[in-house]
C-alpha cells in the first residue's frame, strides 16, 4: 500500500503566502506534520507521497524524507488530477490517500486498519450537519457510497477527506479520474467508477473520532480548540 497527500493546491481561502498544508497549529506542529506524525505510526515513512505544486519548494524543505510528486498543472486543475498523477505512480499498489489540510485525531488510522486488511475500497465520513462547502454523500440499498460531492442533496454527513482504493478497483478508478474534468474533486471519480463500474464503495464511519478539514479560519479556530 502506498500513502498519498494531495498538497498541490493554493488554498487562497485561509490567506496563507504559503501552502495550506504547512499552516501552523497551536501545538507548534504545521497541519501536515501532524499529518505525517500520526501516519508514521502505522505506516513507512517511505510509502509516503505528497503532491506539490503551489510553491513546492517549501513543502518539500519542510520534508526532506518524503517522496513528491509534482502537478504543474496545479493552477489549472483540481484534486482528480493530481490524484491521478499519484496513483499511476503505482499502478499495482492500494492506496491510501487524504487531503492535505486535514487534521484528525490518530485513532483513526488505527480504526481504519481493520477495513485497509480487508482490502475494501472506502470513503471515512461522520454523521455532522453539512453545508455548502462539505463533501457530502448518500448510501445506496446496500448501505455502498451512492453519491459523492459538495452538490449531494439531503446528505447524510460528510466525507473527510480520508479515503482509500482498494487494489482490485484501481485500474477502474484511474480510467474514471482520466476522464474527469480539470476541475473536478476526486470525488467525481469515485462517482464515475460506481455508475459505469459498479465500484463499491464503503462508508466508513469516523464520528466518534475528531476530523476537521481546514478551509477557513473559524476551521483553524476549532482545530486550534481540539487539537492543541
Known sequence: ??????????????GN???????????????????????????????????VGFKKDLIMESFPDLSFIYNQRF??????KSLLKGI??????????LNGDVVFDEKIIEYLLSYIAQDVSFVAVNNSEVGDEEVKYTLDRNNYINEISKVVKNGLGEAVGINYIANKDLNAFIRRLDECEDND??????????????????AVDISQYNCLEIDFEEDLNNANKLFC
Open 75 to 80: 493552477d489549472q486543475t483540481n484534486t482528480s
Open 88 to 97: 499511476k505512480k503505482y499502478p499495482k499498489s492500494s492506496i491510501l490517500w
Open 185 to 202: 474533486y476526486f470525488e467525481r471519480g469515485l462517482e464515475l467508477a460506481i455508475q459505469k463500474d459498479s465500484m463499491q464503495v464503503k
Open 17 to 51: 503566502p504559503f501552502p495550506k498544508a504547512l499552516t501552523p497549529l497551536k501545538s507548534g506542529q504545521t497541519i501536515m506534520q501532524q499529518q505525517v506524525e500520526k501516519l508514521t505510526s502505522y505506516f513507512s515513512i517511505d510509502d509516503i507521497n505528497v503532491i
Open 1 to 14: 500500500m502506498k500513502i498519498i497527500i494531495l498538497a498541490a493546491g493554493i488554498g487562497s481561502r485561509l
